[in-house]
C-alpha cells in the first residue's frame, strides 16, 4: 500500500518534471513558425526555408534537428556543438548579452572554429551560407524578439612600440588576465581548473604559446574584439567597461609577444627583457618626465 503511494507519487513528480522540460523545449510546430527567417549579408538575402536540406545534410549531425546541439554525434565531441535554441554565441562583434548580427554568424560558418569539431563551410556557396544563417536564426526565440546589439567600432591600429608591449602587460596584470591565463598566459592561473562554460561543463583558458590559432578569427582586430566583447557562454568576460580602447591596443600588443610565431611584438619583448607579470606587485610608478 504504502509503495504504491510512493510510486504513484514519483510518477506525478516526473510527470511534472516532463512538462516542465517540454515548455522550455520548443517543438519543431513552434520552430517552423519561424521558417520565414532572414538574414541580410554582404548584399544577399538569405532564407531559412531554403535553407532546409543544406542544415540537414551537414548540420544535424552535430547541432540536432532541433538545434539543440543534440545531434547524434555530440556525444563524442567536446567542446559540444551550439545548441542554437538559448541564441547565445562566442563569437560576435556585438556587447556581451546581446545577439550576434548576421554578418557575425556568417563570418564564423565560414570560419568554422579551430580547435573544436567545427568545419569550415567554405565549400557551400556564400547564398547556402546566408540561408544557413537564416535557418540557425530560426532556432531561437531570441531572434524572434530582439535585435543584435550593436557592432564594436574598432579604432585604427596605433604602430607597435615597446613603451606599448610594456603598457600591454600592465593591463594584463591589473583586469586580471592572468586569473585565469596565467601569468606567462600559458592557460593555467589560478582560477583555470575551476572554470565552467554555460552549461556546466569544464573549460579551458586560452594558452597564448600554443601554435594555434583564436576561435573568433585571427588578425589584430580580431583580437581587439574578442577582449572587448567576450566569448558569451563562457567564463571570457568583455573588458569593454574596463579598458580603454588605447589600453586593448596595448593588450593587443602585449598578447602578440607571447604567441610562438614571429613578430615584432615578440623581437620587442625579448629586447626589453620582459619577465612575467608578478600579481602581487603595486602598479608601475610613472616614469620621470626627462
Ligand atoms: C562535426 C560537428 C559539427 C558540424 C557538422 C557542424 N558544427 Fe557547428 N559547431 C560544432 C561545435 C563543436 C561548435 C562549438 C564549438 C565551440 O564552442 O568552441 C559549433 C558551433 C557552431 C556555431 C556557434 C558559433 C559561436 O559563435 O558560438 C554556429 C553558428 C555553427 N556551429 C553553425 C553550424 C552550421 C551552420 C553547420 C552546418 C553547415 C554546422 N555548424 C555543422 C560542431 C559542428
Ligand atoms: C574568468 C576567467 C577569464 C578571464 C579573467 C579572462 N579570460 Fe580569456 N578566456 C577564458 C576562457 C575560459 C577562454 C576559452 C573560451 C573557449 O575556448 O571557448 C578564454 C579565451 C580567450 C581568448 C581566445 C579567444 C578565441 O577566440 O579563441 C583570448 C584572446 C582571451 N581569452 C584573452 C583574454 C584577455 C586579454 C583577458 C584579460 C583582459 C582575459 N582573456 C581574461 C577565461 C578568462
Known sequence: MRTQFLSLLLSAAAVVALSAVSSAQLTKD???????????????????????????????????????????????????????????????????GTLPTDDDLYDTVGRGLITSNMPQWLPLTAQNRADLVAYVKHFSPRFQKEKPGESLKIPPEPEVTPDRVKAGQEVFRKVECWKCHG???????????????????????????????????????????????????????????NIKPDEAWDLVFYLRSLQPMHSKEKDIARQLGLKPINPNAAPAAPAPQQ
Open 30 to 96: 513552434q520552430q517552423d513558425q519561424w521558417l520565414g527567417a532572414e538574414s541580410h549579408v554582404a548584399g544577399m538575402t538569405g532564407h531559412a526555408g531554403a535553407a532546409r536540406t543544406n542544415y540537414r545534410r551537414y548540420c544535424t549531425g552535430c547541432h540536432g534537428d532541433l538545434g539543440d546541439g543534440e545531434g547524434e554525434n555530440a556525444q563524442w565531441i567536446d567542446p559540444k556543438p551550439r545548441n542554437f535554441t538559448l541564441g547565445i554565441f562566442k563569437c560576435r562583434s556585438t556587447p556581451t
Open 183 to 241: 601569468v606567462e598566459g600559458r592557460g593555467n592561473g589560478p582560477s583555470a581548473d575551476t572554470l565552467t562554460d554555460d552549461q556546466n561543463r569544464p573549460i579551458k583558458p586560452y594558452n597564448f604559446h600554443d601554435e594555434t590559432r583564436f576561435k573568433c578569427g585571427t588578425t589584430d582586430q580580431d583580437l581587439y574584439r574578442i577582449i572587448m566583447t567576450g566569448l558569451d557562454g563562457t567564463p571570457m568576460p568583455s573588458f569593454a567597461d
